[in-house]
């Protein structure tokens, strides 16, 4: 949906070039505090930084990614607060969410994301543990993509980042099928942002698990975006640069193929090197 924060924000800098210096017009990606209300029980749930848009998809892929919710139905309305501020406008960084009646939530894991920045969210021990205590369905086997597939993602990725193009500072999370089409892409400064939003879309629509899709990310490959991966079904998680030993490691204990530094006709396959498959790939050893 429209925004009316934006999601670009016009700005005049002073370019030096040469020892010569003159101002010109930019455009800088907008970054402002997004606060998730719940209804009942009425509380705060997160205080998070991210670019105005599709914030209805961000709470709803933040719920699903915190297990808060499991399906579409779990949610009963998302609006902006109704309230004003001091200058009468409506105050579109604070999203109400009301669930279901009778929906069991358990809210203590969220107490360690009451503030995150864009930057990156909060993640550790208590991540990992609930992620296993999701009891998320094993991701799908028996699926092979090759690696001229892979190759194309990051070109198509890039060609969906509008935002990207006019100023420079986001990040894009994408959504392929598994012969490297895109489906769908959403961009934010933050990367967790990014994926819930492209989570949250899928959630709204009815379209979770990916069990046959391709998640590729902008930038490096932290713990808490295969964390989100893996709650969305996802098998394959590819990004252009690197990952965490704590991603890995994650990634190899629950069975998701994560692929680094995908650049040009090169990545790095650090973990479910079953799905990639080709008869021109030859491996002495698999991770």
């Known amino acids: 949906m429209n925004h009316p924060l934006g999601s670009k924000t016009n700005a005049t800098v002073w370019v030096v070039e040469n020892g010569q210096r003159r101002s010109r017009s930019d455009r800088l990606a907008t970054e402002e505090p997004l606060e998730l209300r719940l209804l009942r029980p ?22 699903y990614g915190e297990g808060i919710v499991s399906d579409r139905a779990d949610i009963l309305r998302m609006s902006y607060c109704v ?3 001091v200058d009468g406008d ?20 969220l107490e360690r994301h009451f503030y995150t920045t864009s930057a990156c ?6 991540s990992i543990e609930a992620l ?13 993509v090759s690696p001229s597939t892979i190759y194309r993602l990051p070109e198509q990725l890039r060609s969906a980042q509008g935002i990207f193009k006019a100023t ?7 959504l392929f099928d598994l012969d490297g089409n895109l489906l769908q892409a959403r961009e934010d400064v933050g990367r967790h942002n990014a994926l819930d939003k492209l989570v949250g879309a899928a959630l709204l ?8 899709r391709i998640v590729m990310v902008s930038g490096r490959c932290s713990f808490e975006l295969v964390q989100k991966c893996i709650a969305a079904g996802g098998p394959i998680l590819c990004a252009v640069s690197a990952p965490s030993s704590l991603a890995v490691a994650t990634a190899r204990d629950f069975g998701l193929t994560a692929i680094g530094f995908l650049r040009g ?4 396959l650090y973990s479910g090197a079953e799905r990639i498959q080709s008869e021109d790939l030859r491996s002495t050893a698999a991770p």
């Open 90 to 109: 409506r105050r579109h960084n604070i999203v109400n969410v009301e669930l279901r009646q009778g929906l069991d939530v358990d809210l203590a894991p």
């Open 205 to 212: 629509a009815g379209e979770l698990p990916w069990s046959d």
């Open 132 to 144: 296993r205590l999701r009891e998320c369905p094993p991701l799908p086997t028996g699926i092979a």
């Open 265 to 268: 006709q090169r990545f790095n």
């Open 168 to 174: 420079g500072g986001l990040h894009a999370a994408a």
């Open 121 to 126: 969210g909060v993640c550790g021990k208590a």
């Open 83 to 85: 309230d004003r501020d």
């Open 42 to 63: 009425a509380r705060t749930l997160a205080v998070t930084m991210r670019t105005p848009g599709a914030d209805f998809e961000l709470a709803a892929g933040f719920l």
